[in-house]
Structures are given as structure tokens and as C-alpha cells.
């Protein structure tokens, strides 16, 4: 237990987004991990997938501790998503925007994440995309625009800290400025 | 994905037939699932398919969970996690000493003896073990 402030943020997104990589980019401690052989190649070519949760801390300058759950991305492991979104005040969701299906993606997570009462702060990375211009950006935000919803979106590479610092110092602005779902809507 | 483009049908077909063998031999199985890792079912005993799909995924999530806080607390590799409730008992076990990895998962009434359900499931992932690595 610490007197400092502390936030619960969580990184969800599909599977082969970069939410451990994002994790483990900025957590100060080594994460806690629960990755295992992946044996579904043909939903996702990588040798390991989250199974449970990742889990990693990160202390901002003015000592509040930020912490960092990860989600599997795999759709049969919905049930912890949930456990995870529990008590979340943010969240960053995380793409590939290198996949056909990155517009489908951004469409399913963002409908659970809608169904979470209160809807958390919400932060959107993209990765894998290219220029700032690229087209799934575009899509993306265009898509944002039909749901009603004016999110923060970044084009990141979830390898680099500063990039993933700058998704989460987004969201603590946001909450900070007290911008709830009412005022993204 | 069809499980069967990851799992040979020779070894599922025999890892069936040792769930089954457990089901029989054991008093107050609901139902058991092998599963991957990450979570796809491999058998199951008494398991419809929306059933044993959810128990395999939250079986594998239970089994990681159960070795990333060991390793943690700087214990060995996590055997087995016991789960009881008012009205029977789960277990979740990891089969590590075959390729490709496995868990297990079994739901238990209250008729089951928790020492006989905990023999009988090691019993049965020893056969698992030796019936994955023959093949």
C-alpha cells in the first residue's frame, strides 16, 4: 500500500497488437507474464500469446504509480478482459494496422469497451502503419466519426517507451481534465 | 481453427480414451477437458463444445496464472490449482513434460473425494504423457 495516487490502466486490443511489448517498454519492473506456445499460426504467425494477463508498474515524475494490465487478445479469452476492465479508469487500445481486419478490430474492442459502465478513458495506438497519413489511419478515424467518437489516436511503435508514455501521459491528461465518456462522445 | 489441423487425430483420439478411462474410474466428474496452452480443446469427457471451449480457455489462463505467481514467489513450477466451492471442486493441471504442452481441467461434484479426484487426475496426465510421447 503507498499514499501516492494510483491508476489502473489496461492495454487491450487483438491479438498481435504489442500489448505485452508495450508493457514491458514501459514498466519499471520486469512484468509478469503469462505467455505460452501459440498454436493458432493461422490466426496470428508468433511463437508465444498472453493467455491470463500481463502486468507491469510504471511511477510517473509526480509519484503517481500507474498500473498496467495487459488483456489476451484472443476473442475465447473475452471473460478476462472483463475481469481485467474491472476498476479501470483508462484504457489503451491497441492495433495492428498492418492487418486487413484492423478497422474490424478497432470496431469489435471498442464495442466492449462501450459496454463498460462507466466507459473508461480510452487512448487508441496504432501500430505497424506506416506514414501518419496511412490509409488505415484514415479509416480508423473515419470510423471513430460514424460511432460518435472523438478518441485520441496515435500512430506508435509499441518497441519504444517514448511512444508508449505518450499513450498513457494522454490518458492521465485525460482524466485529469476530467474527460469521461461524456465529453469523448 | 479445427483443432484437428493442430492435433493429430491418433493423439486426440487416444488422450479421449484416457479421459474417459479417468470419467469411469472416478466418482463425481462433471467433466474434464485437455486442452493446449492456449486454450484449444484437445479431448474432452462429458463436455459439450461451447462447454469444453470456455473450460479450455479459462483452464489455460488458470494454469498460467498458476505458474506466473510461483515463479514469481520463487517457487518451482506450479503442479496443480485447487479450486473448491460449496459443491464441488476444480482442478487445473499443467502437463508440462510433453510436447506440445497441455492443461488439464476437471469439474467435480461433491460426491468426489478431493485426495481420489487428485491421484486419479495424475494418474491420468502420466498416461497423457506417455501416450503423446509414444506417438
Redesign the interface.
Known amino acids: 500500500m503507498t499514499d501516492m495516487p494510483e491508476l489502473k490502466l489496461v492495454f487491450t486490443g487483438p491479438m498481435g497488437a504489442g500489448k505485452t511489448t508495450a508493457i514491458a517498454a514501459i514498466s519499471d519492473m520486469a512484468p ?9 499460426r ?2 496470428f504467425d508468433k511463437d508465444s ?1 498472453t ?3 500481463d502486468y507491469g508498474q510504471l511511477s510517473l515524475d509526480d509519484g503517481t504509480v500507474v498500473r498496467l494490465y495487459g488483456t ?1 487478445g ?1 476473442e ?2 473475452g ?2 478482459r472483463t475481469i481485467l476492465c474491472r476498476g479501470a479508469i483508462g484504457i489503451i487500445l491497441l492495433l495492428d494496422g498492418s492487418r486487413d481486419d484492423a478497422i474490424s478490430s478497432l470496431d469489435d474492442f471498442l464495442g466492449g469497451i462501450r459496454k463498460l459502465d462507466p466507459m473508461p478513458a480510452t487512448v487508441i495506438g496504432v501500430g505497424r502503419c506506416g506514414s501518419s497519413d496511412a490509409p488505415v489511419l484514415v479509416r480508423a478515424k473515419h470510423h471513430l466519426q460514424q460511432l460518435g467518437l472523438t478518441l485520441p489516436m496515435f500512430r506508435v511503435d509499441v518497441r519504444r517507451r517514448e511512444d508508449v508514455l505518450l499513450l498513457v501521459e494522454t490518458l492521465v491528461c485525460l482524466l485529469e481534465a476530467g474527460a469521461g465518456p461524456e465529453t469523448m462522445q | ?1 479445427n483443432n484437428a ?2 492435433i493429430p487425430q491418433k493423439l486426440a483420439s487416444t488422450a479421449t480414451e484416457q479421459l474417459a478411462k479417468f470419467g469411469r474410474d472416478t466418482p463425481g466428474i462433471g467433466l474434464a477437458v485437455l486442452s ?5 480443446e484437445v479431448a474432452t469427457y462429458k463436455a459439450e463444445r461451447a462447454v469444453s ?2 473450460m ?3 483452464g ?3 494454469q ?2 498458476s ?2 505467481i510461483t515463479r ?1 514467489a520463487g517457487l518451482k513450477a506450479a503442479r496443480k490449482l485447487i479450486i473448491e466451492s460449496d459443491n464441488g471442486a476444480v482442478l487445473a493441471l499443467g502437463i508440462n513434460e510433453c510436447k ?2 497441455m492443461s488439464l481441467v476437471v469439474v467435480a461434484d461433491k460426491s468426489a473425494s478431493l485426495g481420489h479426484l487428485l491421484w486419479s487426475a495424475k494418474l491420468c496426465c502420466a498416461s497423457v504423457v506417455r501416450a503423446v510421447n509414444g506417438s
Open positions: 509478469v507474464l503469462t505467455d505460452v506456445a501459440n498454436s493458432d493461422a490466426a500469446t493467455v491470463a494477463l489476451p484472443q475465447r479469452f471473460f478476462m | 481453427m489441423a493442430r493446449t496452452t492456449d486454450g484449444f471451449a470456455k479450455a480457455a479459462m489455460s489462463s488458470l498460467a496464472l505458474e506466473a514469481e506440445p504442452a
